[in-house]
């Protein structure tokens, strides 16, 4: 049986040709990863064994990435250098289906995000970010925007000059034309940097359709208030909770009352979540704008989605993740 995200693609019976692929821009970065997995805790002032592995990273490409594989029509809109990292990682990513819109930053290396893995599966990151801030509003071309159904982008593409200045601008170019929008608050750290107030007025003016956030960054977000309080930033959130499922959070009126959707997912044995957040949004979108946009807040259409998410990330950990070739 195909999975959940991929089956409105399939053609109808008595059709001769595949249906037009639903089509998202996704703007934000693309770094190389370089990944330390050491096979015991690390000791002060010497070495251990380990792994240590070169991957196609950043949070925007690997959302994109998930989506084209999923037969959604994915556009990329990142910055890279002009270096070796940058033309290997556009070019996986254009063998994955991702049109990739990059521009290429002189004198300014690639984005580079250094991901220690303990043994449990969990990560800690030091980012280098290199020529993915880099983007600016004049880089972006409103054709690219023309039949997209979703934009996406994690929180960092509104962070920092001129790529927040690029992210606000996408934002509004999607608006013009009726395209939706979704956020992931991706990093609590970045996020907050500028302080709780500032953070939650960067995305009341965004105004997404559909907000994405770990259990984590949402109480990092909130100051540890009530879940329902994310949905006067959007009408639809979905908390990500790892082997615990998901929430989803639907505003059912102006009046502020909320509904709740809670899916269960199967727990698996990880070595390495890095990208499983990126997997689940990708699989959610596809399942997401499979349905019609009036529907988009129906609980059963949700429920749906947080299903294919929930198995875009199992698939994304249990596969096998090659390194990125020069």
Known sequence: MPPLAARPFARRPGSTRRE??????????LALDVVLAPARPLEHATDVSGRVLLRQGGSAASTARGLARLGIAATLVCA????????????????????????????????????????????SFVADRGAADRLSPRDLDPRWFDG???????????????????????????RSTGVRVS???????????????????????VAPDLLFSTAGEAAAFLGGGELDGLVGFAPLVVVKRGAGGATALIRASDAGDVGRLEVAT????VADTTGAGDAFDAGFLAAWLAAPAADALRPAVVRRAIVAGNRAAARHLAGRRPELRF
């Not at 608050?185 to 302080?195: E, H, I, K, V």
């Open 80 to 123: 890279v250098g002009r270096d070796g990292p940058g033309r290997a990682l556009v070019a996986v990513l254009r063998s994955d289906g991702v049109r990739v819109r990059a521009v290429r930053v002189r004198g300014i290396p690639t984005a580079r995000i250094g991901t220690f893995v303990d043994a449990l599966g969990e990560r």
């Open 20 to 29: 037009a692929r639903p089509a998202a821009v996704v703007l934000g970065d």
């Open 148 to 174: 997209a159904a979703v934009l996406h982008l994690p929180a960092y593409s509104l962070l920092g000059s001129p790529l927040g200045e690029a992210g606000r601008a996408a934002v509004a170019l999607a």
């Open 266 to 269: 199967r727990p698996l044995p």
């Open 183 to 205: 956020l992931d608050l991706a990093s609590a750290a970045p996020l907050l940097a500028g302080g709780r107030d500032t953070a939650h007025e960067l995305v009341s003016d």
